[in-house]
């Protein structure tokens, strides 16, 4: 069923792009939906930490040969000609090297494994307290020398605005494939950035996307609200060694720098929403972005199974 049919006049609970100056609203959605009774798939004080913080950093969750594996299969990708011919990825602005690939979950047999795997999407169940399936997923590579940033944004912002996904009930998976040092580039994320929805300036372009996967200049945060939270929660670089997950609700506001060191960052990027979290028609006056980009057609709940299994 289409989105437009599920739901056509769903309420707008976080409007943005309206016109309005940037601000900083209070979240009206939980964080963690799990039940205080049910077990977490991991310690609790992970649990309070992602309660508290927003995100939570997973070290050593996949072990070499898995990460081998997914490096193998990167590089397949990133050099792959039918992948460069699909549409489905974005270059960098200028290089043209590859930025993203968009659809790995259904394009690739190992990629599709480990979305599944239990050791992310039984988190993702438990926090959204729901069955979930896959909103969106990417491969980010980050190359040496030239591979630009990301600018601050809030996901959520995006897909409720752009792509219709009514509440934050989502959140997002970073398996790091590379090393993340201090110097090329790693996720930056605010701390309790994701307790205030920052409504964002302006108003959505005809076919936004094919500019902001790029570089994003619509549904980023005013410098006053990127001042307030980072005046109250600072800012934190996640780094550390492939294999990692970086685990991070969908309105942590987070972004990256470019990286100028001769050591490339890249991640495979998953996106679980819940399914009842489904979307909708966007919240803004355009049409819905590309199912490569936004999952609207046939959504259906992960099948949990473990990545290398055949």
């Known amino acids: 069923m289409q989105a437009e ?35 977490p798939p991991v310690s ?47 270059t960098e602005p200028g290089s043209g090297d590859i930025r993203s690939i968009f659809r790995v979950h259904q394009n690739s047999g190992l990629f599709r494994r480990l979305a599944s795997d239990f050791r992310l999407a039984d988190i993702a169940r438990y926090l959204l307290n729901d069955e979930v399936y896959i909103h969106q997923s990417r491969l980010n590579y980050k190359p040496g020398f030239r591979g630009k940033e990301f600018y601050w944004h809030s996901d959520f912002e995006t897909w409720h605005v752009e792509d219709g996904m009514p509440r934050m ?37 005809e076919n936004h996307h094919t500019a902001s996967l790029k570089k994003q200049e619509y549904g980023v945060p005013s410098d006053n609200c990127l001042q307030q939270m980072a005046a109250t929660g600072g800012i934190v670089t996640a780094t550390g060694k492939p294999g990692s997950v970086i685990i991070f609700d969908c309105n942590t506001m987070h972004g990256s720098n470019g990286n100028i060191s001769p050591y490339p960052r890249s991640n495979v990027f998953f996106v679980y929403n819940a399914l009842s979290n489904s979307v909708v028609s966007p919240f803004c006056e355009q049409p819905p972005r590309p199912e490569y980009i936004c999952s609207r057609e046939d959504i259906e709940p992960l099948k949990v199974q473990g990545m290398l299994q055949d």
């Open 44 to 90: 609790k004080e992970l649990i309070a930490d992602y309660q508290r913080s927003g995100f939570m950093i997973l070290e050593d969750v996949f072990c070499e040969k898995e990460v081998q594996a997914m490096q193998q299969e990167l590089e397949k990708l990133r050099h792959s000609q039918a992948v460069k011919d699909s549409g489905e990825a974005i």
């Open 169 to 205: 009930r989502a959140l997002s998976m970073s398996i790091t494939l590379t090393e993340n040092h201090e110097y090329n580039g790693p996720l930056m994320l605010i701390p309790g950035s994701h307790k205030e929805y920052a409504v964002c300036e302006g108003y959505t372009p």
């Open 5 to 39: 049919e599920r739901n056509s006049a769903a309420k707008d609970y976080y409007p943005s792009r309206k016109g309005e100056k940037g601000k900083l609203v209070e979240r009206v959605d939980p964080v963690v939906y799990a039940d205080e009774l049910d077990a």
